[in-house]
């Protein structure tokens, strides 16, 4: 159903102790600058590719060109910067945690903007984009609980020559490196660092759901949705595209960078 961000402001400030669990995908980033998978936006060149190119699947058939395609799109993450949507939801933290209320951030995203705007109690559901790890699970930089930071790992030789034979190697091992992040192929238990039990918990337990900026395409919306639906909690979607994935989901038709900073200022008063 459409709702209105007054009823939006209403409803976070009726749950006061309880868990306010906001739940982000790309179009929380857009304004940011970064293209979003799936979304209607002129850059969301990966449309098409993303389910077959973010795979294990693809990584294991062509090691250099899974490297290549992730390279490019986390190029441009060096440039960005957290937006007003993201400033928001920090802000919004720290007015719930004021009240004495909980608070749990779940993100998509893997471009760390949460983190940068100063989000503390925050889950990075599909992995970093700062990070690499190792595919061989036995080792200790690897899955279930190893990573190391992209940029410690030297990749001048692989840029010159983007071939197997040059796909960073793991320091430990010697294996080929991996992107830390969650591929379609894989399981959110797959790696300790997707934080899944605490998702869960998180779902079972918010007195009020926030999605923002999610197409709903993914395991995590549809896990926390159909938790929330399940026991009656009131559920609102921040979507300029006012996509209404359950009919009892209450959709604010507005831009994340529009009606975070409203919903903030809206509760401050
Ligand atoms: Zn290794």
């Known amino acids: 159903m459409k709702a209105?961000?007054?009823?939006?402001v209403d409803d976070v400030a009726a749950q006061a102790a309880g868990l306010l669990l906001v739940v982000t995908g790309a179009g929380v980033s857009l304004a940011s600058g970064i293209p979003t998978f799936r979304g209607s936006d002129p850059d969301a060149v990966w449309a098409t590719d993303v389910t077959e190119l973010g795979t294990n699947q693809y990584f294991q058939d062509d090691p250099a060109g899974s490297w290549a395609w992730y390279?490019?799109?986390f190029g441009r993450?060096?440039?960005?910067?957290?937006?007003?949507?993201?400033?928001?939801?920090?802000?919004l933290e720290r007015w719930q945690r004021g009240r004495g209320g909980e608070f749990l951030l779940v993100t998509q995203n893997v471009d760390r903007l949460h983190?940068?705007?100063?989000?503390?109690?925050?889950?990075?559901?599909?992995?970093?984009a700062d990070r690499v790890r190792c595919s061989r699970q036995t080792c200790a930089l690897g899955a279930p609980r190893g990573s190391i930071a992209r940029a410690d790992v030297p990749i001048a030789a692989f840029l010159a020559a983007p071939t197997d034979a040059n796909v960073p190697r793991c320091p430990q091992c010697g294996a080929r490196l991996r992107q830390h992040v969650l591929w379609f192929d894989e399981m959110y238990s797959g790696h300790a660092d997707y934080d899944w039990p605490r998702v869960e918990r998180a779902a079972r337990d918010a007195a009020l759901v926030i999605f923002v900026g999610t197409s709903f395409s993914v395991g995590v919306t549809d896990f926390v949705l159909t938790q929330a639906v399940r026991?009656?909690?009131p559920v609102y979607s921040v979507d300029p595209g006012a996509v209404e994935p359950d009919p009892s989901v209450r959709v604010v038709a507005a831009p994340a960078e529009q009606a975070l900073?409203?919903?903030?200022?809206a509760l401050a008063r």
């Open 4 to 8: 209105a961000l007054d009823d939006l």
């Open 71 to 73: 390279l490019a799109r």
């Open 77 to 91: 993450l060096a440039d960005v910067a957290p937006n007003a949507a993201h400033h928001a939801l920090a802000a």
């Open 115 to 128: 983190a940068a705007a100063g989000t503390e109690a925050l889950v990075e559901v599909h992995g970093r």
């Open 231 to 233: 026991r009656g909690r």
């Open 261 to 265: 900073p409203a919903l903030v200022s």
